[in-house]
């Protein structure tokens, strides 16, 4: 299928992304959230992210304007009636996707492929909620969405071909290379990294290093371009704990036990970059570690 239009729910750190680089890529987006200001902070920051690439020369003048004015904001989910490809992108949170995927349902047409951008949840589950499982699968970008080259596509159990080949080809068309992955708990990246970070946490929890000497000793030691403490603020610490969660619930075994300071600096609201304060303290002008 010749995809024109995409709708993305959910105008976060993700999901603004996604609108980007559709809309670069000269794809029409509509662009929903729950709230006006979540859509306004997210046309923001896309305007800010495009400037930002056309004083390094990766877009003209031009292309920004027209890819700003290919994203519509909406706050009514039935203007996403005129997608042909749904990407859900909202909290990673099971019963919030259910939520949206039933909402959103009546309001397509019959040739719309629904997608979500969960880094985690099982994709045969969220099909099942939709009139439409064989139109239904995984679409996984990774963080930051503009420049990360890759995008995970997992086929849930009744994804049919058509629908691979469509969002492979839109894959293509945004200039990034798909990984496919099977459809078990946090696919192929989540599955080995989130681990990672929450094996940092553990070290941190432990007391065996402070925050500096766990990002310096996996930058320095293991050649990581961030440290996992510096990534888990990057990527948030609700979607990390949320992550590991999947993991423990999907594959019951203890080895995935979510680090209960993890669960603290959440319970706390301490979820990383996007609140200001995560494993380091971003109110300054540098980030400071908080342990
Ligand atoms: P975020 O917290 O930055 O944004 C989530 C957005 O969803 C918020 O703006 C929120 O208002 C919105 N939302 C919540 N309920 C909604 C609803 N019912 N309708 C419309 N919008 C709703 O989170 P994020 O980091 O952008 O993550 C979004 C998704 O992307 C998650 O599934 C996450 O697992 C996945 N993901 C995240 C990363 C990462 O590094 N953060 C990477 C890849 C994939």
Redesign the pocket.
Known sequence: MDIKTVGV?????????IAHVMALAGYDVTL????QD?LTA?LAKIEKNMVRQVSRNLITEADMQAGLARISPALD?AALGTADLVI?????NED??N??IE?IVPHLPEHTIIT??????SITRLAARTDRPEKFMGF????PVPLMQLVELIRGIATDDETYQSCLAVVEKLGKTAASAEDFPAFIV?RILIPMINEACYTLYEGVGNVASIDNAMKLGANHPMGPLELAD???L??CL??MNVLHDGLADTKYRPCPLLTKYVAAGW?GR?TGRGFYDYRGDVPVPTR
């Open positions: 729910i959910g105008a976060g750190q993700m999901g603004n992304g929903n959230d729950l709230s979540a997210a989910v859900e992108s909202a909290t990673e919030i996707k939520k949206i909402g979500s951008n969960t880094s985690s949840i996984h970008f990774m963080n989540n990057f990527i948030g609700d979607t949320a992550i979820l996007k």
